[in-house]
């Protein structure tokens, strides 16, 4: 397609869809489905790009904008920014993102996160506690 590696690690990949004219052909070659293939073109003419910040902002409190404005007994809106195994990130405004571990997420049994949150979800939660010197917050969902 005229393409080095160079051109995909600087990002320089503009058009690239244009250049494909026969996308099941390539999709054959390169042993991955056509709607795979139009999906991972897409993606790399807009390289850079995180997905997350086409999601939903959580509606936030005027009153809170660092991390020393929070105090421990909280109730914020955030939306959750990443679900990891131990737990979801929650952006609720502050330049930080709070940790709400899996055994704050529900009252129930869950084996993983992502059966109670998804990414984009816009969540309730309650400060546990802020360490200032680590940068962490602790949330839960348990109201």
């Not at 055994?103 to 992502?114: A, E, N, V």
């Given at each position: 397609?005229?393409y080095t590696p160079e051109h995909i690690k600087n990002g320089n990949l503009k058009g690239?869809?244009?250049?494909?004219?026969?996308?099941?052909?390539?999709?054959?070659?390169?042993?991955?489905?056509?709607?795979?293939?139009?999906?991972?073109?897409?993606?790399?003419?807009?390289?850079?790009?995180?997905?997350?910040?086409?999601?939903?902002?959580?509606?936030?409190?005027?009153?809170?904008?660092?991390?020393?404005?929070?105090?421990?007994?909280?109730?914020?809106?955030?939306t959750v920014r990443n679900v990891i195994d131990f737990g979801a990130f929650v952006d609720?405004?502050?330049h930080q993102d709070g940790l709400v571990h899996i055994s704050q997420i529900c009252d129930?049994?869950?084996?993983?996160?992502?059966?109670?949150?998804?990414?984009?979800?816009?969540?309730?939660?309650?400060?546990?506690?802020?360490?200032?010197?680590?940068?962490?917050?602790?949330?839960?969902?348990?109201?």
């Amino acid at each position: 397609m005229g393409y080095t590696p160079e051109h995909i690690k600087n990002g320089n990949l503009k058009g690239v869809s244009k250049k494909i004219h026969d996308y099941k052909k390539l999709a054959a070659e390169l042993n991955v489905g056509e709607i795979t293939l139009k999906d991972i073109v897409k993606e790399l003419e807009k390289p850079a790009r995180d997905p997350r910040d086409e999601m939903p902002k959580p509606i936030l409190r005027t009153d809170v904008l660092e991390m020393k404005d929070l105090t421990p007994g909280m109730i914020l809106k955030g939306t959750v920014r990443n679900v990891i195994d131990f737990g979801a990130f929650v952006d609720i405004g502050v330049h930080q993102d709070g940790l709400v571990h899996i055994s704050q997420i529900c009252d129930r049994y869950i084996k993983h996160p992502l059966e109670a949150v998804s990414v984009g979800d816009i969540v309730e939660v309650k400060v546990l506690s802020v360490d200032l010197a680590k940068k962490r917050i602790q949330l839960t969902m348990k109201l």
